[in-house]
């Protein structure tokens, strides 16, 4: 569901193909494919007829305590498994007034991305009283707008509510306030000017970002991922590429909390829960048995950082089969330095350490090892990459000028149309690749996805 704060990524170009949409097909109910209770891990309580989660409702029927301590009426299929929302003084209670104010009655124009639970739109509002105010004026703010056939729309609200209403960090998006009213859900966050990661990766036409500014993003990306591992225990469960949003200063931050999961407790090594995630990103062992661990989530840092590598996506169905996943695709690239520098995206030139990009592969082939024991730990994996940013490149000189390519970073040396490119960059023709992903749940998973994680068990 990841939420875009930039323009949207374009996927009209000839050569790429639509994503599929990101909504949730209210047809089939999630469930875990493996069909078996876990033996060493948490299981989550289940209704056997209907297949649905069980939690604690409110003592209020068809009622959810808001931050503040005020009753907030949900729609009846939400009340059926709605969790009490812990008081939250610190998030602004926004009315829905203020909102349509504020985006301008939620106009077309103010849109700037989308995904499973909604819309996310551009408002501004005072920056000291979060009222409504003119546009260009005070502080921009973007709304998350769930969509009448959001699945998971009460659910996920609620869990973003509950986790950023008291969890803050510099790598963590800031949850403004929320809103409830009318079966709609809203939330309210600080407004990141440069959009997503994945927009400029992916995005026709963007100029690619060089070598030090994507150490920056991936070591920003991972600071998160440690404090969510280690200061509250939970698994981020939806790292992807769309999920880190940057600031002006290219500072990563990590959105979209609705499928945190509380981590193991008590010894247990994974927790057992139902299958939701985004093609692509998500862990061999989670597809396959439903298993969830901590390092599932190394796994999905480890595609991000061979999408910032390579420039491609994690998934792309213009591809042949065999290559539709990126990691089955560039894998056997990454153990020598001259087959990685045939993967590397061309948009980086010649501009980056031969030397920190192939630790920065080997830490992805780490990243990505089948067995989630075998994977680094998140504080691992940030401790080699602050190694890897203090790799310098030497700076070379041209010779007709004499002027250093380090003076430029976002020069032409930084183009698509390399001679270094591989066939699989010109295979697109030399402009960004796009992304194509789509959330799956439980019996909604691809065939290919699944035949693809079982080899990677078995290895």
Wanted: with cysteine; charged share 25%.
């Amino acid at each position: 569901m990841g939420i875009c704060f930039g323009a949207p990524v374009n996927h009209s170009s000839a050569s790429t193909t639509k994503p599929a949409t990101l909504g949730v097909s209210t047809k089939k109910v999630p469930r875990n494919i493996s069909g078996k209770r876990s033996t060493g891990g948490t299981t989550e309580r289940r209704d056997s007829k209907a297949q649905v989660i069980l939690s604690k409702s409110s003592s209020r029927k068809n009622y959810t305590e808001a931050a503040g301590g005020v009753a907030l009426p949900l729609p009846p299929a939400a009340a059926a498994t709605a969790a009490p929302i812990e008081c939250i003084p610190k998030l602004k209670e926004f009315t829905l007034a203020d909102l349509k104010k504020c985006t301008r009655d939620f106009r077309p124009d103010t849109i700037l991305g989308e995904g499973g639970f909604g819309r996310v739109f551009k408002g501004w509002v005072d920056p000291v009283t979060y009222a409504p105010s003119k546009v260009g004026v005070g502080l921009a703010v973007a709304v998350k707008k769930s969509s009448e056939d959001s699945y998971q729309g009460h659910q996920e609200w609620q869990a973003e509510v509950n986790f950023l209403g008291k969890c803050h960090h510099p790598n963590l998006v800031r949850l403004l306030g929320h809103c409830c009213e009318e079966s709609q859900f809203l939330l309210v966050y600080e407004y990141m000017p440069r959009g997503s990661l994945e927009g400029h990766l992916f995005r026709k036409g963007q100029q690619p970002l060089p070598w030090e500014i994507r150490l920056k993003i991936a070591i920003g990306a991972a600071r998160g991922l440690v404090f969510l591992h280690t200061s509250e225990k939970v698994i981020y469960r939806d790292f992807k590429a769309s999920n880190i949003l940057l600031d002006p200063a290219y500072n990563a931050k990590l959105s979209d909390f609705g499928l945190v999961k509380t981590g193991p407790m008590n010894g247990n090594s994974h927790v057992t829960t139902r299958i939701i995630g985004t093609h692509g990103y998500a862990a061999p062992e989670y597809v396959a048995t439903g298993h969830l661990y901590v390092k599932s989530d190394v796994y999905g840092f480890g595609v991000v950082l061979l999408e910032m590598l390579t420039g491609l996506p994690a998934v792309d169905s213009n591809r042949p089969s065999c290559e539709y996943s990126l990691v089955d695709l560039a894998r056997p690239s990454l153990h020598k330095k001259k087959w990685l520098k045939k993967i590397m995206d061309p948009g980086l030139g010649e501009e980056y350490s031969l030397k920190g990009a192939f630790q920065a592969a080997e830490l992805i082939l780490k990243c990505l090892e089948p067995d989630p024991k075998s994977r680094p730990s998140m504080e691992e994996v940030l401790t080699v990459l602050e190694k890897i940013n203090d790799i310098k490149k030497k700076p070379k000189c041209t010779k007709s000028n004499g002027r250093r390519h380090d003076q430029e970073p976002y020069s032409s040396a930084h183009n698509h149309h390399s001679s270094n490119r591989s066939p699989y960059h010109q295979k697109n023709g030399g402009v960004r690749a796009s992304s194509q992903h789509r959330r799956f749940f439980g019996d909604d998973l691809m065939s290919s996805v699944v035949r693809s994680s079982s080899r990677l068990v078995k290895r």
